[in-house]
């Protein structure tokens, strides 16, 4: 209730500010031309979904194609699904087991966009070996949050710091994190770090320039300086929610070179993710817990 | 009155002695907090998927000693076993001094300790830890309100007649409290100042097991971890937060205790007590191991084989079975040695330090079996290591700010009084 009520709030002030530049922008345009008003006006209702980013530019798509690569498609879809208001998204992701052959690039690429210190990882991939020689096979899970349904790690939080979003991704307010790390011992996926603020290059002459560079979680920027946030603080995987909020897929689906980890609107029946999880090959982990994750595996 | 509380068989030097050492534990205590809040949780071997360590063992494990210790205090105030009466203050005392160790504890193990208020401001009702943090509060309340009550006339007494700067101190602990100089005022007094304890003592009653139980509910209550995941959970809290609380008890005034005809019953007393609670804690601790691992779920099996087998099994089998059960109970249950207070407190000594033990493996062996399979060997770092061992500065911070902890007791044990002076003046002659 409490959350819900946290996002109420978040959603006042962002009607507050879209009320205010509607204002400005018709106060602007009735001066100028009345063709102008239609399109402020447009773009004040785009800001009102993009909650934070003021001027969200999505990226051009080429004219649709058959056979096109699954990125251009589900980058349309994407942009299909942020013209709807952010409550009625619902961003899911597949990762088809068959096609991932575990070089871990996800896992790395994940590292750098989010600038990732070595005690936090959003997505690592599990290994597991099947069967003896000569039949023998290596499986691959890559595990990012699941942003389940019924998070189990957002109850636990004593100071309201982490919630479901309207959208489904669970996010952390690092502001208000305390760093109990009650939520890192509540999740049954291990997907929560914490952040002790080490660097790869600790102990070297230097630390790697790249390692203090900033991170651009949440629409902020993030620098990496003393015990200040997000150090001291617990993370996770948001499906670069700061990327897909300006038309670009999550990191580890554009660098995935087999396209095996997929991603979009689970509303939207048209979207590619639609028709990859209703199918009967479809699996979600430690589904007995009753927590719902929206990352489904195909087997 | 002190000389009389101190054993008689200790020599001169021993004090002195004693209080350099904790003092100098304690000054090492403060620089590794202060270490700590420096470099920030690096300085820990905590990893990310054993988040929770010595720190968090140790705050369940004070928080234990404070609420048994209270409850054993209102067997006196609540209960009217009015034969313990001499251990009430002291049972009280170590209720607060303990929650102030939990509560030191807790905050330098989160990773922005200047944000500890965020609990009351941005309070989440779901959370068991944030209602446990108004819990603590509310205790806190209750504790010093009933010392106060059942100290104000010997405070108020001995700002008239000590000097100096005692004098000052004593008197702003009064808190301008004024005690009746005739003895029938006295026990008018007296009686309503039993009265009001009487009363915060029964509404401390429910706070001291939420205290305690919801520090075990923390735990109960994560459906991930098949280990803490129980209803007994809260329950073997409770219970052996009786057991430490009735073994310092008995440990503390067996050493510390008053030398008078009371004496060796109140000890025995309190070892039998321990010996009560140890025996429960034992047969739901069994309840929980045989269940445990009868059900063969990997996961939780896995957790007992990390306690009993694991790289650390003295931890289970020298800390929580020989220190913390067996030789607790055969000192306080054999012929021999169940009639000599020195070694009943030698049991109650044993008992509380191995419930530390008892503390360290309710939090840490549930951490170190991963959550998903593979997950141990899907990231190479230290800091994603299943593998824990507390650091340096997390053992220099442990020590220290326990020998603070009892150097801030020692001090209030020495000072206050702990056993009623108006009230021995007044009653003397009736006994």
Same mark, same amino acid.
């Given at each position: +209730?409490?959350?819900?009520?946290?996002?109420?709030?978040?959603?006042?002030?962002?009607?507050?500010?879209?009320?205010?530049?509607?204002?400005?922008?018709?106060?602007?345009?009735?001066?100028?031309?009345?063709?102008?008003?239609?399109?402020?006006?447009?773009?004040?209702?785009?800001?009102?979904?993009?909650?934070?980013?003021?001027?969200?530019?999505?990226?051009?798509?080429? &004219?649709?194609?058959?056979?096109?690569?699954?990125?251009?498609?589900?980058?349309?879809?994407?942009?299909?699904?942020?013209?709807?208001?952010?409550?009625?998204?619902?961003?899911?992701?597949?990762?088809?087991?068959?096609?991932?052959?575990?070089?871990?690039?996800?896992?790395?690429?994940?590292?750098?966009?989010?600038?990732?210190?070595?005690?936090?990882?959003? $997505?690592?991939?599990?290994?597991?070996?099947?069967?003896?020689?000569?039949?023998?096979?290596?499986?691959?899970?890559?595990? &990012?949050? +699941?942003?389940?349904?019924?998070? &189990?790690?957002?109850?636990?939080?004593?100071?309201?710091?982490?919630?479901?979003?309207?959208?489904?991704?669970?996010?952390?307010?690092?502001?208000?994190?305390?760093?109990?790390?009650?939520?890192?011992?509540?999740?049954?996926?291990?997907?929560?770090?914490?952040?002790?603020?080490?660097?790869?290059?600790?102990?070297?002459?230097?630390?790697?320039?790249?390692?203090?560079?900033?991170?651009?979680?949440?629409?902020?920027?993030?620098?990496?300086?003393?015990?200040?946030?997000?150090?001291?603080?617990?993370?996770?995987?948001?499906?670069?929610?700061?990327?897909?909020?300006?038309?670009?897929?999550?990191?580890?689906?554009?660098?995935?070179?087999?396209?095996?980890?997929?991603?979009?609107?689970?509303?939207? &029946?048209?979207?590619?993710?639609?028709?990859?999880?209703?199918?009967?090959?479809? +699996? $979600?982990?430690?589904?007995?817990?009753?927590?719902?994750?929206?990352?489904?595996?195909?087997? | 009155?002190?000389?009389?509380?101190?054993? !008689?068989?200790?020599?001169?030097?021993?004090?002195?002695?004693?209080? /350099? @050492?904790? #003092?100098?534990?304690?000054?090492?205590? !403060?620089?590794?907090?202060?270490?700590?809040?420096?470099?920030?949780?690096?300085?820990?071997?905590?990893?990310?998927?054993?988040?929770?360590?010595?720190?968090?063992? !140790?705050?369940?494990?004070?928080?234990?000693? %404070?609420?048994?210790?209270? =409850?054993?205090?209102?067997?006196?105030?609540?209960?009217?076993?009015?034969?313990?009466?001499?251990?009430?203050?002291?049972?009280?005392?170590?209720?607060?001094?303990?929650?102030?160790?939990?509560?030191?504890?807790?905050?330098?193990?989160?990773?922005?300790?200047?944000?500890?208020?965020?609990?009351?401001?941005?309070?989440?009702?779901?959370?068991? =830890?944030?209602?446990?943090?108004?819990?603590?509060?509310?205790?806190?309340?209750?504790?010093?309100?009933?010392?106060?009550?059942?100290?104000?006339?010997?405070?108020?007494?001995?700002?008239?007649?000590?000097?100096?700067?005692?004098?000052? !101190?004593?008197?702003?602990?009064?808190?301008?409290?004024?005690?009746?100089?005739?003895?029938?005022?006295?026990?008018?007094?007296?009686?309503?100042?039993?009265?009001?304890?009487?009363?915060? *003592?029964?509404?401390?009653?429910?706070?001291?097991?939420?205290?305690?139980?919801?520090?075990? /509910?923390?735990?109960?209550?994560?459906?991930?971890?098949?280990?803490?995941?129980?209803?007994?959970?809260?329950?073997?809290?409770?219970? %052996? /937060?009786?057991?430490?609380?009735?073994?310092?008890?008995?440990?503390?005034? /067996?050493?510390? *205790?008053?030398?008078?005809?009371?004496?060796?019953?109140?000890?025995?007393?309190?070892?039998?007590?321990?010996?009560?609670?140890?025996?429960?804690?034992?047969?739901?601790?069994?309840?929980?191991?045989?269940?445990?691992?009868?059900?063969?779920?990997?996961?939780?099996?896995?957790?007992?084989?990390?306690?009993?087998?694991?790289?650390?099994?003295?931890?289970?089998?020298?800390?929580?079975?020989?220190?913390?059960?067996? =030789?607790?109970?055969?000192?306080?249950?054999?012929?021999?040695?169940?009639?000599?207070?020195?070694?009943?407190?030698?049991?109650?000594?044993?008992?509380?330090?191995?419930?530390?033990?008892?503390?360290?493996?309710? @939090?840490?062996?549930?951490?170190?079996?991963?959550?998903?399979?593979?997950?141990?060997?899907?990231?190479?770092?230290?800091?994603? %290591?299943?593998?824990?061992?507390?650091?340096?500065?997390?053992?220099?911070?442990?020590? #220290? =700010?326990?020998?603070?902890?009892?150097?801030?007791?020692?001090?209030?044990?020495?000072?206050?009084?702990?056993?009623?002076?108006?009230?021995?003046?007044? %009653?003397?002659?009736?006994?």
């Amino acid at each position: +209730m409490a959350i819900e009520k946290m996002q109420t709030e978040e959603k006042q002030q962002v009607g507050r500010r879209a009320i205010l530049e509607k204002i400005a922008s018709a106060v602007f345009a009735s001066l100028v031309a009345p063709a102008v008003l239609r399109e402020t006006a447009e773009a004040a209702t785009v800001t009102e979904t993009q909650q934070t980013s003021p001027t969200p530019q999505l990226p051009e798509l080429p &004219p649709p194609q058959p056979n096109e690569d699954p990125l251009i498609r589900m980058m349309r879809d994407l942009q299909r699904a942020l013209k709807k208001p952010v409550e009625q998204r619902r961003w899911v992701m597949v990762i088809d087991l068959r096609k991932c052959v575990g070089c871990k690039a996800c896992t790395v690429a994940c590292i750098v966009e989010n600038k990732l210190p070595p005690s936090v990882v959003y $997505r690592p991939v599990l290994e597991e070996e099947i069967g003896k020689y000569p039949r023998v096979t290596r499986k691959f899970l890559p595990r &990012p949050c +699941m942003q389940c349904d019924n998070p &189990p790690c957002t109850p636990v939080c004593p100071v309201k710091a982490t919630w479901k979003r309207p959208d489904g991704i669970v996010v952390i307010d690092y502001e208000a994190c305390i760093g109990c790390r009650y939520c890192i011992t509540a999740c049954p996926y291990g997907a929560r770090s914490f952040d002790f603020g080490d660097y790869y290059t600790e102990g070297t002459p230097e630390i790697a320039p790249v390692e203090k560079a900033p991170s651009f979680e949440y629409h902020r920027t993030w620098e990496r300086k003393g015990n200040e946030s997000p150090i001291g603080n617990a993370r996770k995987c948001h499906f670069c929610l700061h990327r897909i909020e300006r038309g670009l897929l999550p990191q580890c689906v554009t660098t995935c070179i087999g396209r095996a980890t997929y991603f979009g609107d689970a509303n939207d &029946p048209d979207s590619l993710v639609s028709e990859l999880i209703n199918k009967p090959n479809v +699996m $979600r982990l430690k589904e007995e817990l009753g927590t719902e994750p929206k990352v489904y595996y195909l087997v | 009155m002190q000389a009389e509380a101190m054993p !008689i068989t200790l020599p001169k030097w021993v004090k002195p002695v004693y209080y /350099a @050492v904790v #003092g100098l534990l304690a000054l090492v205590g !403060i620089v590794a907090v202060i270490v700590r809040l420096v470099y920030g949780m690096k300085v820990t071997a905590l990893t990310s998927p054993i988040p929770w360590g010595m720190w968090v063992a !140790i705050y369940i494990y004070f928080i234990g000693l %404070s609420a048994g210790s209270f =409850l054993m205090s209102t067997l006196v105030y609540v209960f009217g076993m009015h034969r313990y009466e001499k251990v009430g203050r002291m049972a009280l005392l170590s209720a607060l001094f303990a929650l102030f160790g939990g509560m030191l504890f807790i905050w330098i193990d989160l990773g922005h300790p200047e944000r500890f208020w965020f609990i009351f401001t941005r309070w989440n009702p779901t959370s068991v =830890l944030a209602w446990e943090c108004f819990f603590y509060l509310f205790y806190i309340v209750a504790i010093l309100c009933e010392l106060w009550f059942l100290m104000r006339c010997d405070l108020a007494s001995l700002a008239e007649s000590e000097t100096g700067f005692k004098r000052i !101190i004593y008197h702003w602990l009064a808190l301008g409290f004024r005690c009746p100089k005739t003895s029938f005022e006295w026990q008018r007094c007296h009686a309503q100042s039993m009265k009001v304890v009487r009363t915060i *003592g029964i509404i401390g009653i429910p706070i001291a097991i939420g205290v305690h139980g919801g520090t075990g /509910a923390i735990f109960a209550v994560v459906a991930a971890r098949p280990y803490w995941y129980t209803p007994l959970f809260p329950v073997i809290f409770l219970v %052996s /937060a009786l057991a430490s609380g009735a073994a310092l008890m008995a440990f503390l005034y /067996a050493f510390f *205790g008053k030398r008078d005809e009371d004496y060796p019953e109140i000890v025995k007393g309190m070892a039998n007590f321990a010996l009560l609670f140890l025996t429960i804690d034992m047969l739901l601790m069994g309840a929980e191991f045989l269940v445990g691992l009868y059900g063969r779920i990997p996961e939780h099996v896995e957790v007992y084989r990390q306690i009993l087998f694991g790289p650390f099994p003295y931890t289970f089998w020298l800390g929580q079975l020989f220190f913390g059960t067996i =030789l607790p109970v055969t000192l306080v249950s054999w012929q021999r040695t169940r009639q000599s207070v020195f070694w009943l407190g030698v049991a109650g000594l044993s008992a509380v330090v191995g419930i530390v033990a008892v503390r360290l493996n309710l @939090v840490i062996p549930a951490l170190v079996v991963p959550v998903l399979k593979g997950l141990d060997k899907a990231f190479f770092q230290p800091r994603w %290591s299943f593998h824990y061992f507390p650091s340096f500065w997390e053992w220099a911070s442990t020590v #220290g =700010l326990i020998a603070l902890i009892v150097l801030g007791f020692s001090v209030a044990y020495e000072f206050l009084p702990m056993f009623g002076i108006v009230e021995e003046k007044f %009653s003397g002659g009736e006994r």
